[in-house]
């Protein structure tokens, strides 16, 4: 077993095959190495923040669901309550219409009686001329009798 | 191909050792005494080279896993994407996570250039351990064909060269060394090693008992990682001398190596992280 200059050469070439190593294949691949570390904690992270944006996204859907349900309740008592209040109205509304109705036609029966008298008196009136003019075999004079003819029919 | 490696052995060697003893012997090129340079023929040869001589085959394979590891990073890296990976990119990510991780562990300082260096420590070592997979003829019989000499000394696994495995803890000796005097100044650094652990009137109690340790560091590493292949190697060859029972051992050893191989490139790497930790740091 010889030392010879084998050491001094593998020395030699220690240094420079380290050196190549340094300078020209290890920074690409930790460059590499590194940039997919990189990309999967970015991914965990963006995973992560994800998962909490949907955690709040959940509850605020809950939130609003339960805003939305209340709102709806209020709303449809209140329709209610103006349905009621609508129905009531209406009611008032036919209940005046109707006396109102009643009352014009009550007004015009009465009216329509009043004319059916008036020309009932007439009629009773000229009535009591022909039977006088029977009874008295003669013609009354009517001008002459108008005031008292008149007082009759009033007094009918 | 192993029984092919049999009959080489019963034909080439005249006994195991011999066998064994060729297959540790390298291709070594250097300086004749006679003056002229070339490639060693036999191990005396390479022997009276002394230390200016080179393991073309440890070296070669060295540099070709080295280049095959950035190569293949590269490629990845060129066309890497951040989606989802596939195939290839899936192994690299793999291994860069599993460096850095390791890193940011044991690391406890900032510096960007001590991960590109345990991804490279780890791999390349990774794949000079792994070369000891390869049956142990293969590589050594494609060399003596390529030679036409069928007594070439050839070695396939860097690692279990000793040159090799020094060639790598040296490195980080002197990264652990240039790491001191940068973050602790020469002062704090050669202050460390002289007034710790018992005060500045215990100097040279100190020195004796801090610089063994701080020189044990490459020492270490570099035999961890030499024993652990150079035996491994070793067992292969001897199983390789077994005739037909050798499948079923090699099948089991290799097995076993299995776990080695990565272990003892985790282990330099993790070492080589904690050393410079260490360096950086202010007690």
């Not at chain 1, 995973?47 to 709806?72: H, I, P, T, V, W």
């Not at chain 1, 009686?113 to 022909?130: D, G, S």
């Not at chain 2, 191909?1 to 009959?7: C, D, L």
Request: net charge negative; aromatic share 10%.
């Amino acid at each position: 077993m010889n030392l010879n200059a084998t050491i001094i050469g593998q020395i030699f070439a220690f240094f420079l095959f380290v050196w190549f190593c340094q300078k020209y294949v290890w920074p690409p691949i930790i460059a590499t190495l590194e940039a997919r570390q990189k990309k999967i904690a970015d991914g965990l992270d963006a995973a992560d923040r994800a998962g909490r944006d949907l955690e709040q996204a959940q509850q605020r859907a809950a939130d609003l669901l339960k805003e939305a349900k209340a709102n709806s309740a209020g709303i449809i008592d209140q329709a209610n309550k103006r349905a009621s209040q609508i129905l009531e109205e209406a009611k008032d509304k036919a209940r005046e219409e109707g006396n109102r109705i009643k009352a014009g036609a009550q007004a015009e029966i009465d009216q329509q009686v009043n004319q059916a008298r008036e020309h009932l008196r007439q009629q009773v009136a000229t009535l009591a001329v022909a039977g006088a003019e029977k009874i008295l075999e003669r013609s009354v004079d009517q001008n002459a009798h108008t005031d008292l003819l008149q007082k009759l029919a009033a007094s009918l | 191909m192993a029984e092919n490696a049999a009959a080489t052995t019963e034909a080439a060697y005249a006994s195991g050792g011999e066998y064994v003893q060729h297959h540790l012997g390298f291709l070594t090129y250097g300086k004749h005494p006679d003056g002229h340079w070339g490639l060693a023929h036999t191990q005396e040869e390479a022997n009276d080279m002394g230390f200016w001589s080179i393991h073309v085959d440890t070296m070669g394979f060295s540099l070709v896993l080295g280049a095959l590891f950035l190569a293949l990073f590269m490629k990845v890296g060129r066309n890497i994407n951040a989606g989802v990976p596939g195939g290839l990119q899936n192994a690299v990510e793999l291994l860069v996570e599993f460096v850095q991780s390791s890193v940011k562990s044991s690391y406890s300082g900032h510096s960007p250039f001590i991960a590109p260096l345990a991804l490279s420590i780890f791999c390349w070592i990774l794949l000079m351990n792994l070369m000891d997979l390869v049956p142990v003829d293969l590589i050594p019989l494609a060399a003596q064909a390529l030679a036409g000499n069928p007594h070439l000394s050839f070695k396939a696994v860097p690692t279990t060269d000793l040159n090799i495995t020094f060639g790598l803890s040296l490195s980080v000796f002197i990264l652990i060394l240039v790491y001191s005097v940068r973050c602790k100044g020469l002062g704090g650094f050669l202050g460390e090693l002289a007034f710790h652990p018992f005060g500045k009137y215990a100097m040279p109690f100190n020195l004796v008992m801090e610089l063994p340790a701080f020189l044990a560091k490459p020492v270490s590493l570099a035999l961890r990682l030499f024993g652990n292949l150079f035996a491994g190697e070793l067992i292969f060859l001897v199983i390789a001398l077994l005739g037909y029972w050798q499948f079923p051992l090699h099948f089991v050893w290799a097995v076993f190596h299995l776990l080695v191989i990565p272990l003892q490139a985790y282990l330099f790497m993790m070492l080589t992280i904690v050393y410079l930790n260490q360096a950086s740091q202010h007690h």
